[in-house]
């Protein structure tokens, strides 16, 4: 079965896809499909080298965008934005406000900052929050409460830091769980109902490596009419 993945924008430099949710961007599995492996495939096909450069990572089951480098030197310079934080990461994230966090889930207020320490142990696939100076390092979101129906809400966040299952995390420890997010979400946040995390990299802004100028990129999420029903975001 071919993996449908959607292409937004492509030039000698760079690729920007539309990572389906479920699939990794880059797996070490043997014979387990991901956009690394379906992009080499694409530019094969069409006679081209088939180089393409991972700059960062969405994790496998939320979907989203990103950029993809078709040249070593564009892949340098990708690294050296997100090294400087210099590319902007927007997500939607719809969630479930638990009973006992309170008004706005435990988030402080209708927009604000989430500051963590996040230590991600590897064997156990999940990350947690230490203490200072134990190991961990820094996790920096920006959140805006955008709109509220009964207990749940959806929220626009932008991504300052890119730690693995971050935004999962932090929401989750603040009594707001991710829908569909089995990892970090209790038995409501969850079920049959919502088969992936209904979080999405929903905007991408970075400066193209050759040209200099501005790349901004927007697409909706899949779960906002699937299962919020919740158009025309503003």
């Avoid at 932008?158 to 970090?184: K, M, N, S």
Wanted: proline share 6%; hydrophobic share 35%.
């Amino acid at each position: 079965m071919q993996t449908r993945f959607e292409i937004i924008y492509e030039d000698t430099a760079v690729l920007v896809c539309r990572k389906p949710g479920g699939i990794a961007a880059q797996s070490g599995r043997l014979g387990e499909q991901d956009m690394e492996s379906l992009l080499k495939n694409y530019r094969a096909e069409k006679n081209e080298p088939p180089y393409i450069g991972i700059v960062h990572r969405l994790d496998q089951p939320v979907e989203g965008l990103m950029v993809f480098a078709k040249t070593k030197e564009a892949a340098a310079s990708l690294s050296r934005q997100i090294s400087s934080r210099m590319i902007g990461k927007h997500y939607y994230a719809a969630v479930r406000i638990l009973p006992a966090a309170g008004a706005y889930g435990g988030l402080p207020g209708k927009a604000g900052t989430l500051e963590d320490e996040l230590l991600f142990d590897k064997k156990a696939n999940r990350a947690a929050a230490v203490p200072e100076g134990s190991g961990g390092k820094k996790a920096v979101l920006n959140y805006r409460i955008v709109k509220k129906k009964e207990d749940l809400a959806l929220l626009d966040i932008t991504l300052h830091t890119g730690r693995r299952h971050q935004i999962r995390f932090q929401l989750a420890e603040r009594g707001c769980p991710i829908l569909g997010d089995r990892r970090y979400g209790p038995a409501q946040s969850g079920g049959e109902e919502y088969p992936l995390p209904a979080l999405c990299a929903y905007r991408l802004e970075f400066a193209h490596p050759v040209s200099g100028k501005t790349m901004d990129f927007r697409i909706q999420p899949e779960f906002l009419t699937r299962i919020l029903d919740w158009n025309n975001i503003k």
